[in-house]
């Protein structure tokens, strides 16, 4: 079936670093993917997404690209700052619409801690 | 911009208890999740609805319940509470699973310990 992997942390950075958060998939035909942020003693929130193949997705200084020959969609962000600290979750939409429709498959999450 | 509102934020129960956490959404989504969070497990589903008076089951869908009886709510029940069941319950809402897209509006998330 489906599903996502990325990136075991804690990730621990210092602000102003480079930010990569690895995200690899498995999926039939050709998913939507997204980025989903959590904010300590929040719900997640959508932070980006991207429906095809070489399609960047960007909001706050983070991008990912939907990239189809090495199933990934690595997150990256030039300077992180303190506010950057949360836990970040890849997920994936298929294009199955029967039986679980609208389902998300999320990664296990990669909590990332910005120093100042 | 209520969103979604999860009720109670915080519970502890003793094993073989039951309780009912309760899920709200202004938006008029038809579509709505019930999730739970662990540590090194990411977010499993454990049921979602597609429209009042229905619901299915997801990934971990043993020891819950659900009901669907407004569009707008979306109850988890727990009939006899288990340890395994201590977790952060996070309920979210979609508008359309239909196509590509379809973004989930999560609630701030349901502390529950099982004693």
């Known amino acids: 079936g489906d599903s996502v992997t990325q990136m075991e942390g804690p990730v621990t950075l210092s602000e102003e670093a480079f ?21 300590p003693g929040e719900g997640l929130q ?5 429906t095809k193949a070489d399609d960047k997705g960007s909001n706050k200084g983070f991008e990912a690209t939907y990239r189809k020959e090495t199933t990934s969609f690595h997150l990256e ?7 950057d600290s949360a836990v970040y979750f890849c997920a994936l939409k298929g294009r199955n619409y029967g039986g679980s429709q609208g389902n998300l498959i999320f990664g296990k999450g990669t909590k990332l801690s910005v120093k100042p | 911009n209520a969103g979604v509102t999860q009720t109670p934020k915080f519970r502890v129960l003793k094993t073989g208890q039951s309780m009912t956490l309760l899920c709200a959404q202004d938006m008029n989504h038809e579509y709505m999740y019930w999730y739970r ?8 589903l454990i049921h979602y609805s ?45 508008y359309l699973a239909g196509g590509p897209t379809g973004e989930l509006f999560f609630g701030e998330g349901s502390r529950l310990t099982v004693l």
């Open chain 1, 46 to 50: 959508l932070l980006l997404k991207a």
């Open chain 2, 50 to 94: 597609v429209g009042e008076g229905t619901t299915a089951k997801g990934e971990v869908p043993d020891g819950y319940n659900v009901s669907r009886l407004k569009k707008q709510n979306f109850l988890l029940g727990l009939e006899s509470a288990a340890p395994s069941q201590t977790s952060v319950y996070f309920c979210a809402s979609s």
């Open chain 1, 19 to 39: 930010l990569t958060i690895n995200c690899t998939y498995t999926a039939t035909g050709y998913p939507s993917l997204f980025w989903y942020v959590q904010y």
């Open chain 1, 77 to 83: 962000k030039g300077s992180v700052q303190v506010s």
């Open chain 2, 37 to 44: 969070q662990d540590p090194g497990m990411g977010l499993r």
